[in-house]
């Protein structure tokens, strides 16, 4: 494609932001997956690995996945493809103190000449990354500049992406590391439910509640929270993980009480995140106010 007929700006973002292929695909992102790892074979979420296979899988073959980065490849093909359409790029990443994708990305955008490819660090993962690139998505299609489009993410959005889960289980957490035995089986046998969230970067505990109806009456009221503040056709999401029938019961509820037109979507994680955050999670994510201050 020649200069005269690109487009003037296009959107790369890495697998963390746990966006619906549906809504990639409208918006034209190109997505950077990570691996999925299981022993010897290697399965890449958007390509040829979704949540539920996953969870079939560890089930099936009692197997325990892990994850890894890219290949420079796969970094390479989506910039060539990206600037194939359009001058240059935005590329957005998950936090750079959660993994090496930030890095990487820095690393082999520096061999794009001129520029092009612009990465930022959205100090976020998950759902609110997903809003974060929904928002610079609709705003390269209401064509604002670059320039502003940074300016806005810096001061707009990084700051003011937030996240409120539950999860399910706490086995997978203790198989990656992320807490100790003792802590997984107080946790199990009393049937505390971790809310996760994320500060400064970092995925952080928020918390717990015990059971599964205060769990659910801690969402309502934070979902409450969340669509008395948010404006008019605002985008927020309830995140879950093979958790349907929660998702929709809570999302039915939030539209009931809301006296606005808003835009509540249902987001599955992804198959990277879902090694680490296991089945069963379901939360909320939004552009605001952190919680306390709703």
């Not at 610079?136 to 003011?160: F, T, Y």
Request: some cysteine; charged content about 25%; glycine content about 6%.
């Amino acid at each position: 494609m020649s200069e005269k007929t690109k487009k003037k700006l296009g959107l790369i973002a890495d697998s963390s932001c746990d966006m619906p292929i549906s809504t990639i695909e409208k918006y034209d992102v190109t997505i950077i997956s990570v691996n999925v790892i299981f022993d010897s074979e290697i399965r890449i979420p958007y390509v040829d690995l979704t949540t539920e296979q996953i969870f079939e899988k560890i089930v099936a073959e009692n197997v325990v996945p892990t994850t890894g980065l890219p290949p420079p490849k796969r970094y390479k093909e989506a910039f060539d493809k990206v600037l194939e359409k359009y001058e240059e790029a935005i590329f957005l990443t998950a936090s750079k103190d959660l993994s090496g994708l930030w890095e990487n990305a820095v690393k082999y955008a520096k061999e794009i000449p001129n520029d092009k490819v612009t990465v930022v660090d959205t100090r976020n993962s998950i759902h609110p990354f997903g809003l974060i690139v929904l928002k610079v998505a609709r705003m390269i299609e209401n064509g604002l500049s670059k320039e502003e489009i940074l300016n806005k993410v810096s001061k707009d959005l990084i700051p003011n992406a937030h996240f409120e889960a539950f999860l399910g289980t706490l086995d997978f957490l203790k198989r990656s590391g992320r807490i100790a035995g003792l802590q997984h089986l107080m946790g199990e046998l009393l049937q505390f439910k971790p809310c996760l969230t994320i500060e400064d970067g970092l995925v952080a505990s928020h918390g717990k509640v015990r059971g599964e109806k205060a769990k659910m009456k801690y969402l309502i009221n934070l979902g409450e929270k969340i669509v008395n503040f948010l404006p008019e056709n605002e985008t927020f999401a309830i995140m879950h993980s093979t958790n349907m029938e929660k998702a929709i019961e809570l999302k039915d509820y939030l539209h009931k009480v809301s006296n606005k037109e808003l835009e509540i979507v249902i987001w599955e994680t992804g198959p990277a995140s879902s090694v680490h955050l296991g089945p069963g999670l379901l939360g909320l994510a939004w552009i605001g106010p952190t919680a306390e201050d709703l």
